[in-house]
């Protein structure tokens, strides 16, 4: 009987983390939606209120509120024609409410400050993701462009 306990054990914890990589993936959809609606408000929503955000430029934001209001002029000026696909989500489970998720990202649509085009664009998102009151919510993000394929 005991031996059968650890197998009890692990056959009831993979459904359940299934179902919380299920979450996360979830939660990389919304980001990319309210991106592509180019919605400032919907976007700070995926962050927890605490939040540190940098972008590709180094440059950051702490807490929702500062998310946004950082995101609302880019969406309506370089951003705004943008479209944002993720592709390779990875996950990594750091404790039951914490992981760490890398997501490679390409960008079409976005222009220079002057209105010029900007090519197609790929990057890596790195998340520390944590739940909170049963939702998946982004508490660090670091954004990073990767350079051109050659």
């Known amino acids: 009987m005991l031996l059968a306990i650890p197998f009890l054990l692990s056959a009831q914890t993979a459904p359940t983390a299934r179902a919380e990589e ?3 993936r979830k939660l990389v959809d919304s980001f990319v939606d ?10 700070a929503a995926v962050f927890a209120e605490d939040a540190d955000f940098t972008n590709v430029r180094g440059v950051g934001a702490h807490g929702r509120a500062a998310v946004e209001e950082f995101h609302a002029p880019g969406f309506s000026t370089v951003f705004k024609s943008s479209h944002l696909t993720a592709k390779n989500i990875q996950i990594r489970f750091l404790t039951p409410d914490l992981a760490s998720v890398d997501i490679r990202w390409e960008m079409t649509g976005a222009v ?9 664009r790929e990057g890596l998102l790195n998340w520390i993701v944590t739940r909170q009151e049963g939702r998946w919510l982004i508490l660090i993000m670091h954004n990073q462009d990767l350079l051109p394929k050659k």
């Open 22 to 24: 299920e979450g996360i």
């Open 34 to 43: 309210a991106w592509n609606r180019h919605d400032a408000h919907a976007f």
């Open 112 to 120: 220079g400050p002057d209105g010029t085009p900007i090519p197609l």
